[in-house]
């Protein structure tokens, strides 16, 4: 088993940063595939970034410029930097684990472990 707990959410001016941290615990953190997912209000959750193992990254093209992906496998957290936030970015954000290295990094499907949450509420 996975557990991971996001941290980091709030609210911020537009143009604005903020920095989000998913700490996980249980199995080896290395192995998996780390996503970022948010969801808006009467929307469906969708996907932001990921990062493999191997450190590649990917984003939705919405963040691309403005986010940042990372991962910190000795400690076992993953990181989602925001900056220029818009708006449009409020959402709860969502944190994910892979227990294996598949191929459709953007489908929620894909992951097998989910944080509870942070809200990010962005303001104009």
């Known amino acids: 088993q996975v557990q991971l707990v996001e941290s980091g959410g709030g609210v911020v001016q537009a143009g604005g940063s903020l920095r989000l941290s998913c700490a996980a615990s249980g199995r080896t953190f290395s192995m998996y595939i780390m996503a970022w997912f948010r969801q808006a209000p009467g929307k469906e959750r969708e996907f932001v970034a990921a990062?493999?193992?191997?450190?590649?990254?990917y984003y939705t093209d919405s963040v691309k410029g403005r986010f940042t992906i990372s991962r910190d496998n000795a400690k076992n957290t993953v990181y989602l930097q925001m900056n220029s936030l818009k708006p449009e970015d409020t959402a709860v954000y969502y944190c994910?684990?892979?227990?294996?290295?598949?191929?459709?990094?953007?489908?929620?499907?894909?992951?097998?472990?989910w944080g509870q949450g942070t809200q990010v509420t962005v303001s104009s």
């Open positions: 994910a684990a892979a227990a294996v290295d598949r191929l459709l990094v953007r489908s929620r499907g894909s992951y097998d472990y």
């Open positions: 990062i493999r193992s191997a450190g590649i990254t």
